[in-house]
């Protein structure tokens, strides 16, 4: 039975919720629930749902034809370690009601630690990150100019460990003594 602005929840109605506290259950009001043309997620509205869940200083980057595994990478920041994982269940849920059956449900990679979360969502790869994770990465920048003029991959190297590069050698090619048919000398 119905009552304005209130739901029953049995016939007898002894347990009465107004209607705005019912709005906030549901958790996927006011998001738009179609699947999008390029994947289940169109960039745009994929930032949208971050946007809403307080994930902050949202990067979108759009990846070049020869490295085309995915359109677009977006990468964002998480409060807390729980923040990132809320945002990474939440769009993995809205995922799994925008889908078609033929839709591949994506995997949370790297749930710990939850430094940084990764979610492969088809035409997307999204990167959640604390704040220090992303600092220390900068994958904004190897994005978005290229290894080449990425810092980090081009800072001067520590003389140590090129001397232990050039002086060492791999185990990878020997193989284990046959004593069985080795000739004692």
Not at 9 to 31: N, Y
Not at 32 to 56: I, T, W, Y
Not at 64 to 90: C, E, W
Request: glycine letters at 4%.
């Amino acid at each position: 039975m119905w009552k304005k602005n209130v739901l029953c929840l049995t016939r007898s109605c002894p347990l009465t919720i107004p209607v705005q506290i019912l709005t906030k259950i549901d958790q996927f009001a006011g998001f738009d629930m179609s699947r999008g043309v390029s994947g289940v997620f169109e960039v745009e509205h994929l930032v949208e749902v971050l946007q809403k869940n307080n994930a902050s200083n949202v990067f979108v980057v759009s990846i070049p034809a020869n490295v085309r595994y995915v359109d677009y990478i977006v990468i964002a920041t998480g409060r807390s370690q729980k923040h990132l994982m809320s945002i990474a269940d939440f769009v993995h849920k809205l995922f799994k009601k925008k889908r078609r059956p033929s839709d591949n449900i994506p995997r949370i990679v790297n749930k710990k630690p939850i430094d940084w979360i990764a979610l492969d969502i088809g035409n997307i790869a999204v990167h959640l990150l604390t704040k220090d994770t992303r600092k220390n990465f900068d994958l904004e920048t190897i994005w978005s100019v290229g290894e080449k003029f990425d810092s980090h991959l081009n800072r001067p190297v520590d003389s140590l460990v090129t001397l232990l590069n050039e002086h060492s050698f791999s185990l990878d090619n020997l193989e284990p003594v046959d004593f069985e048919h080795e000739k004692i000398h």
